[in-house]
């Protein structure tokens, strides 16, 4: 069927224009909400844009008009089925501070990507502790690094240097700024490798985890095992977990895609990686505070005993707030889920 | 972005939504290279926000230049985040450079993006950029169907090209009084039947865009045109035939093609 374009636009041209004014209309309102008496008269002139688009598809070669309608049918397309959360709601307190109840309930739902993290960064430990144990030719590959090869020297030197430079709270400041962007640019990317089905995320878990355990032996071999322990865990019980969350969130997002296409449920899923993803960030925000200002303390100014027991009050406290905040039920928590999604 | 659509028909990625009422409608995908320019744009103001605010902190901080340096370093890294997290979500999926760009994100079932999208898409930015210059996220465009980088397929996410809406003219280019074709019904007849909707709608088109061209384009055009429908499907006689221009010839086709018909009655093509 051969389509007279010029009295066919000049039929539905006023039409066209009606939709074109009520679309800018709707587009540039706050809220997008639309009334029902708004939704059916859009829903008819939806209706009748997508009629046409179809007759001109079929029935004639006018790209112009063929584009001009497409643009036009998709934009009342995604005005009439896109649900936006309210203003209101988005801007209630109580919205953004459920992130801390979400975040413990997540980290929960999803335990069992958090053992996998786990289980990864154990092997790695074993393999650094056991190969600086039996091999100790393997430090110098396995601690790159210079302070790390002589704990001897940097203990001196970190317990001599506290007076030597006094350390400024400016300093610190500067300092703990440095590693909370650090930190969470490294668990962000073990977050986001995922994509890599999981691979990227296991190899950098597996290597955190070889260094974490090279570092520990060797130190506790050469007889500074209280000031390792002291140095690293006021900031490494809130970093060490948060490295686990992000593998955790790494983890559940190469499963989501290992999924079928049509078993995904993105919008829930996408909702579970980014509430981990908020919670740890807000974990190395505390630790990277706790190593600029606390961690770097020792022994005559602070005591090794006192810096151990502030290490087990933290995690004492991650513990209780990871396993025990938030609702129990995981039922209740998805129909909450289910509810969100049908807004 | 200055193409005419008939050249970048063929060659531009694109997406169709098929809805639940059956309707089709494609979006143009946006490619890597006008992505990269918003990208560019969008990291120089990024930038020059931050050196702004910097001048401020270190003004403000002064006396404390440490707490100065931290408030700079932590501003400066969810700035980069924010930035467009904040704009995708909030300013219907464009960043500054994306609307300059005619750039727009979108859900990738043709709907407006959710906030939480944004976030995804923009904090999976740390594996795009690996290992410089979106290397990565590159590879991934390029190897994607739907140019999708790893942030969009992880968001469910992807970019359309969002050239402005303009309805195409409406000037009548075929209307005429008097169609010299009219005198020949049979083979006006046979010309009616024989031409398929697209030779059509290209004689349509070719006449109505007849300023757009350059004279010898036009005048090649409608010679190969007129040529093929004399030869090929309605051979009007020579005396007519050599009083006409190429293109009174094809106007007078369209006349035939799509107006009205005193001809011979044949049901009319339109609804």
Same mark, same amino acid.
């Given at each position: 069927?051969?389509?007279?374009?010029?009295?066919?636009? *000049?039929?539905?041209?006023?039409?066209?224009?009606?939709?074109?004014?009520?679309?800018?209309?709707?587009?540039?309102?706050?809220?997008?909400?639309?009334?029902?008496?708004?939704?059916?008269?859009?829903?008819?002139?939806?209706?009748?844009?997508?009629?046409?688009?179809?007759?001109?598809?079929?029935?004639?070669?006018?790209?112009?008009?063929?584009?001009?309608?497409?643009?036009?049918?998709?934009? *009342?397309? *995604?005005?009439?089925?896109?649900?936006?959360?309210?203003?209101?709601?988005?801007?209630?307190?109580?919205?953004?501070?459920?992130?801390?109840?979400?975040?413990?309930?997540?980290?929960?739902?999803?335990?069992?990507?958090? *053992?996998?993290?786990?289980?990864?960064?154990?092997?790695?430990?074993?393999?650094?502790?056991?190969?600086?144990?039996?091999?100790?030719?393997?430090?110098?590959?396995?601690?790159?690094?210079?302070?790390?090869?002589?704990?001897?020297?940097?203990?001196?030197?970190?317990?001599?240097?506290?007076?030597?430079?006094?350390?400024?709270?400016?300093?610190?400041?500067?300092?703990?700024?440095?590693?909370?962007?650090?930190?969470?640019?490294?668990?962000?990317?073990?977050?986001?490798?995922?994509?890599?089905?999981?691979?990227?995320?296991?190899?950098?878990?597996?290597?955190?985890?070889?260094?974490?355990?090279?570092?520990?032996?060797?130190?506790?071999?050469?007889?500074?095992?209280?000031?390792?322990?002291?140095?690293?865990?006021?900031?490494?019980?809130?970093?060490?977990?948060?490295?686990?969350?992000?593998?955790?969130?790494?983890?559940?997002?190469?499963?989501?895609?290992?999924?079928?296409?049509?078993?995904?449920?993105?919008?829930?899923?996408?909702?579970?990686?980014?509430?981990?993803?908020?919670?740890?960030?807000?974990?190395?925000?505390?630790?990277?505070?706790?190593?600029?200002?606390?961690?770097?303390?020792?022994?005559?100014?602070?005591?090794?005993?006192?810096?151990?027991?502030?290490?087990?009050?933290?995690?004492?406290?991650?513990?209780?707030?990871?396993?025990?905040?938030?609702?129990?039920?995981?039922?209740?928590?998805?129909?909450?889920?289910?509810?969100?999604?049908?807004? | 972005?200055?193409?005419?659509?008939?050249?970048?028909?063929?060659?531009?990625?694109?997406?169709?939504?098929?809805?639940?009422?059956?309707?089709?409608?494609?979006?143009?995908?946006?490619?890597?290279?006008?992505?990269?320019?918003?990208?560019?744009?969008?990291?120089?103001?990024?930038?020059?926000? =931050?050196?702004?605010?910097?001048?401020?902190?270190?003004?403000?901080?002064?006396?404390?230049?440490?707490?100065?340096?931290?408030?700079?370093?932590?501003?400066?890294?969810?700035?980069?985040?924010?930035?467009?997290?904040?704009?995708?979500?909030?300013?219907?999926?464009?960043?500054?450079?994306?609307?300059?760009?005619?750039?727009?994100?979108?859900?990738? !079932?043709?709907?407006?993006?959710?906030?939480?999208?944004?976030?995804?898409?923009?904090?999976?930015?740390?594996?795009?950029?690996?290992?410089?210059?979106?290397?990565?996220?590159?590879?991934?465009?390029?190897?994607?169907?739907?140019?999708?980088?790893?942030?969009?397929?992880?968001?469910?996410?992807?970019?359309?090209?969002?050239?402005?809406?303009?309805?195409?003219?409406?000037?009548?280019?075929?209307?005429?009084?008097?169609?010299?074709?009219?005198?020949?019904?049979?083979?006006?007849?046979?010309?009616?039947?024989?031409?398929?909707?697209?030779?059509?709608?290209? =004689?349509?088109?070719?006449?109505?865009?007849?300023?757009?061209?350059?004279?010898?384009?036009?005048?090649?055009?409608?010679?190969?045109?007129?040529?093929?429908?004399?030869?090929?499907?309605?051979?009007?006689?020579?005396?007519?035939?050599?009083?006409?221009?190429?293109?009174?010839?094809?106007?007078?086709?369209?006349?035939?093609?799509?107006? !009205?018909?005193?001809?011979?009655?044949?049901?009319?093509?339109?609804?």
């Amino acid at each position: 069927m051969i389509l007279d374009l010029e009295r066919f636009q *000049a039929q539905a041209r006023p039409r066209w224009r009606h939709l074109e004014c009520l679309l800018a209309a709707f587009e540039s309102r706050p809220d997008r909400r639309l009334s029902p008496d708004e939704a059916e008269q859009l829903q008819e002139l939806y209706a009748q844009a997508a009629s046409d688009l179809n007759r001109v598809t079929h029935g004639s070669l006018a790209p112009e008009l063929r584009q001009y309608l497409e643009r036009l049918v998709a934009r *009342a397309y *995604a005005e009439l089925y896109y649900a936006p959360p309210s203003r209101s709601e988005m801007w209630q307190p109580r919205r953004w501070l459920r992130i801390f109840t979400a975040f413990p309930e997540t980290f929960r739902r999803q335990a069992r990507y958090f *053992a996998l993290a786990v289980l990864i960064t154990v092997l790695g430990c074993a393999l650094g502790g056991v190969a600086v144990r039996y091999d100790p030719a393997s430090v110098d590959v396995l601690l790159p690094a210079d302070y790390l090869r002589n704990p001897g020297q940097r203990v001196h030197e970190e317990e001599q240097g506290q007076g030597r430079h006094r350390h400024s709270a400016q300093m610190e400041a500067a300092f703990s700024a440095q590693l909370i962007r650090h930190n969470i640019e490294v668990a962000l990317l073990a977050a986001a490798l995922g994509v890599t089905f999981g691979i990227g995320t296991a190899l950098l878990l597996f290597e955190n985890g070889v260094l974490l355990g090279a570092v520990t032996v060797h130190y506790t071999q050469q007889g500074f095992g209280l000031f390792v322990t002291a140095w690293l865990l006021p900031h490494g019980v809130f970093e060490i977990p948060s490295i686990l969350i992000a593998g955790q969130a790494g983890f559940y997002l190469a499963r989501l895609l290992l999924r079928r296409q049509e078993d995904r449920n993105l919008r829930q899923s996408m909702r579970e990686w980014l509430v981990l993803v908020t919670g740890l960030a807000m974990m190395l925000v505390w630790a990277g505070l706790m190593e600029a200002f606390f961690s770097q303390y020792h022994a005559p100014v602070l005591p090794y005993g006192l810096k151990v027991a502030v290490a087990a009050a933290e995690l004492v406290l991650l513990t209780i707030y990871l396993l025990m905040i938030g609702q129990r039920a995981t039922g209740i928590e998805m129909r909450h889920g289910d509810s969100l999604e049908s807004r | 972005m200055s193409e005419t659509p008939s050249t970048r028909a063929g060659v531009v990625a694109e997406l169709t939504i098929a809805t639940a009422e059956g309707v089709l409608f494609r979006l143009p995908l946006a490619g890597p290279a006008a992505r990269l320019y918003a990208l560019l744009l969008d990291t120089v103001i990024v930038l020059g926000t =931050i050196n702004g605010l910097g001048y401020l902190v270190y003004w403000l901080f002064a006396i404390a230049p440490g707490f100065g340096f931290m408030v700079i370093t932590l501003a400066e890294f969810a700035i980069g985040f924010a930035y467009s997290a904040l704009l995708e979500g909030f300013w219907n999926g464009q960043t500054i450079g994306k609307r300059l760009f005619h750039l727009r994100v979108i859900d990738q !079932d043709g709907l407006p993006l959710r906030i939480e999208q944004a976030w995804v898409r923009n904090l999976m930015r740390v594996l795009d950029l690996l290992p410089s210059a979106y290397l990565v996220g590159g590879i991934s465009v390029l190897s994607s169907p739907l140019m999708q980088r790893f942030g969009d397929r992880v968001a469910g996410t992807l970019v359309i090209r969002q050239t402005p809406l303009a309805l195409p003219g409406e000037e009548f280019w075929t209307r005429q009084k008097y169609n010299s074709f009219m005198e020949y019904p049979a083979i006006a007849m046979r010309l009616r039947r024989a031409a398929t909707p697209e030779l059509a709608s290209l =004689i349509q088109e070719a006449l109505r865009r007849r300023n757009e061209l350059a004279p010898y384009a036009r005048r090649e055009i409608y010679r190969e045109l007129a040529q093929y429908l004399q030869t090929e499907i309605s051979p009007f006689p020579d005396e007519l035939v050599e009083r006409l221009s190429d293109e009174q010839y094809l106007i007078n086709s369209s006349g035939i093609l799509f107006g !009205d018909q005193p001809t011979l009655g044949y049901g009319s093509p339109r609804r």
